[in-house]
């Protein structure tokens, strides 16, 4: 084992990668990384960098940026050193050192300015409602409500993942859920900030959020982000989160809604990160899927702990992905390869990664990206 650097490490521990100490350089990480190559040596080479204390490759590391935190390095790892939190301390030096990248440094900049990745006015957040199927309370419309539905960032701006909230209101209204949304005075989650380094940033958005959900009472929230509900569950305290894939199975069971229309292909199901391996998520929406008259469920090569990330995490939604692999095409292969006609997704990051990643791939004409949420809309109501 490498004879680990004292001072530095002191300083690895304080950015939260104490458990590099553990690592024996197996090369498993760099093995099952899905962007490093032979040259990056990634995340491996950093990790023995953070034992020796080689500040002066670790305080400037361009590399780390490649890091899409997506853990599956902690996850093999055998001896649980959690080498994606080396990366993320590196990451966390690079933004106290103003050595971020232009793409991250703008991805941090509009979400500190209007709240989102894009930059797109916060005033705007919910200018989806209009296009709305049913009417949607707001918690100054509906101050006796059970749930808060925190929509986040993708489902109110971006207009692909906003039809997928119309469908969203639909179902709910149905399903007969108590719930109001903060409309302009949600915030960001602050989930992918925090993966990109910025705790100052992170812990500014949760305080604003905390005193938001505190001025109207908040104490149980839904979301259908991924990225929000690992935040909100893990790093958030005091209140009851739920996915809304829990509340659509509940009442899929119950019968509140009625899966009556077929849907005759083959589906694959692309475990998002924030949902599998940082919260164990793997079952849940393989049964919903299955749930549905027609479908016939594949697998991909990479699935459930094994799944490859999207390439949308830690900032990287925003710009585009300096790698030399490119994680989307990758995945987009593999959907193609297992012969699915329809690639189901529960992450709105992943749906817009992965819809570039099968147009880039050409074989957009053989797989379409639909979200879970779409395929139950069909379903139950027989309209796209």
């Excluded at 100490?21 to 080479?45: A, F, H, M, W």
């Excluded at 302009?184 to 604003?208: H, I, K, Q, T, Y």
């Excluded at 109207?216 to 990225?227: A, C, I, M, N, W």
């Excluded at 147009?359 to 069909?378: G, H, M, N, P």
Aim: glycine share 8%.
């Amino acid at each position: 084992m490498a004879r680990i650097n004292p001072e530095y490490f002191e300083i690895m521990k304080e950015f939260g990668a104490e458990n590099a100490v553990k690592c024996y350089q197996c090369g498993n990480c760099t093995g099952i990384c899905p962007v490093s190559t032979t040259d990056e040596n990634l995340p491996r080479r950093f990790v023995l960098y953070s034992q020796l204390g080689i500040e002066e490759r670790l305080e400037d590391a361009p590399e780390a940026w490649l890091c899409l935190q997506c853990r599956l390095c902690t996850e093999l790892c055998p001896r649980e050193a959690y080498p994606s939190d080396v990366m993320l301390a590196l990451k966390r030096l690079a933004v106290e050192s103003g050595k971020t990248p232009p793409y991250i440094r703008d991805f941090l900049s509009n979400v500190h300015k209007q709240k989102n990745p894009w930059g797109l006015g916060k005033f705007k957040r919910e200018d989806w409602l209009k296009k709305a199927d049913g009417d949607v309370p707001k918690v100054k419309d509906n101050p006796e409500f059970e749930w808060l539905w925190f929509v986040g960032c993708a489902h109110s701006f971006d207009n692909r993942n906003i039809e997928i909230s119309k469908k969203l209101v639909r179902l709910l209204n149905d399903i007969g859920i108590n719930y109001a949304i903060l409309g302009r005075e949600e915030g960001c989650c602050g989930n992918d900030v925090r993966r990109a380094g910025e705790e100052g940033l992170f812990e500014l958005l949760m305080d604003e959020n905390v005193r938001t959900f505190d001025k109207y009472g908040v104490e149980r929230l839904f979301t259908h982000s991924p990225h929000c509900f690992n935040t909100f569950k893990n790093e958030y305290e005091g209140y009851d989160v739920k996915l809304f894939l829990e509340i659509l199975y509940d009442a899929i069971k119950a019968g509140k809604i009625e899966l009556k229309h077929e849907i005759n292909k083959k589906v694959t199901y692309h475990d998002s990160c924030f949902l599998g391996r940082y919260n164990g998520i793997y079952d849940l929406p393989r049964e919903i899927l299955m749930s549905i008259p027609g479908i016939e469920l594949v697998e991909m090569k990479s699935n459930r702990e094994l799944s490859l990330c999207c390439g949308g995490g830690a900032g990287n939604i925003v710009g585009d992905f300096p790698g030399e692999i490119q994680p989307a095409r990758v995945r987009a292969i593999e959907a193609a390869e297992c012969g699915a006609e329809i690639m189901a997704v529960a992450c709105p990051f992943c749906m817009l990664m992965l819809e570039d990643g099968v147009k880039t791939e050409k074989v957009d004409d053989r797989v379409a990206v639909k979200d879970i949420v779409e395929l139950i809309y069909y379903s139950v109501y027989g309209e796209e």
